[in-house]
């Protein structure tokens, strides 16, 4: 697939490709401070965005509960150029912290 982009002058200009990939992991139970969520599926999403000059790689790995949705995610980043250099790394974890449903609060 190919990524696109509104120019200042109203053109769209092709930037790129991106890749995704979506993988079932397994059935997990998840505790955090908003309460434990039972058989929650475990999603990893990989994301190459392929540009002339730099790659952007994005691992996503996600636990949905049951009418909830989201209740834990953890996202690896990395940010690199295929000439060489330093690559940019990110790491970040979220958890549901209080959530209301329906007007219940869980």
């Known amino acids: 697939s190919h990524l ?3 120019n200042y002058d109203g053109e769209i200009q092709d930037e790129g490709e991106f890749y ?3 993988r079932f992991e397994c059935v997990e139970d998840i505790t955090t401070p908003a309460g ?3 058989e929650c599926p475990k999603f990893t999403i990989i994301r190459d965005d392929v540009f002339s000059d730099l790659v952007v790689n994005v691992i996503f790995t996600q636990w949905l509960a049951k009418g ?3 209740v834990k995610i953890e996202a690896k980043v ?3 150029s295929p000439q060489g250099g330093e690559p940019f790394l990110v790491d970040s974890k ?3 912290l209080s ?3 329906d007007g219940k609060k869980i």
């Open 4 to 6: 696109f982009r509104h």
């Open 20 to 22: 995704d990939v979506t």
């Open 36 to 38: 434990v969520f039972k």
């Open 68 to 70: 909830i949705g989201i």
């Open 78 to 80: 990395n940010i690199y």
């Open 94 to 96: 979220d958890i549901l």
């Open 99 to 101: 959530a209301e449903v």
